[in-house]
């Protein structure tokens, strides 16, 4: 089994990438997480907002293998508690299919994605900026397999 982090947004500033990679390099491996970049559409002046999303869902949606459980981040998407995203990860586990998680860009995802996702999960009521939605998730992914093992790291 596979994480896969499918996020808008590419060249992220370095303290990104090393918070990131701290919580990728503690995960077993049997449980790896894979982020794959998609590049965000260019906004200039007036820019078509749909038609940007649209492209953004397009490279997001042909990112994804047939089989993938998709989790698409989304404002209006379920709450979790650690526990919950624990008992999730273990049974995603067992379903044994790749898993991938979607983080879209400024403007959110297009409708396609959320249609195409199985789950829509809130990591919160306020807005992150998305650079920072990838070390949390990536974080929280750690946390919750800390959680299955009875790991030291998860202080309940």
């Not at 979790?80 to 379903?95: D, I, M, R, V």
């Not at 249609?115 to 990536?138: E, K, N, Y």
Request: with cysteine; proline share 7%; net charge neutral.
């Amino acid at each position: 089994m596979r994480l896969r982090l499918v996020c808008v947004g590419q060249k992220m500033p370095e303290w990104v990438s090393q918070g990131y990679n701290e919580y990728v390099r503690r995960m077993p491996p049997e449980l790896p997480i894979e982020l794959v970049e998609i590049p965000m559409a260019h906004r200039g002046k007036n820019p078509d907002i749909p038609r940007l999303m649209q492209k953004e869902s397009d490279a997001i949606l042909s990112a994804l293998g047939s089989r993938d459980l998709v989790i698409a981040l989304e404002v209006s998407g379920r709450n979790w508690s650690t526990e919950k995203l624990a008992g999730q990860l273990e049974n995603w586990q067992q379903e044994g299919r790749d898993v991938s998680f979607l983080v879209g860009g400024p403007d959110g995802l297009a409708d396609a994605c959320r249609a195409r996702a199985d789950q829509l999960w809130s990591l919160s009521s306020l807005t992150l900026p998305h650079p920072l939605v990838r070390i949390l998730l990536a974080e929280q992914l750690y946390r919750a397999w800390s959680v299955t093992r009875n790991h030291p790291y998860h202080r309940a």
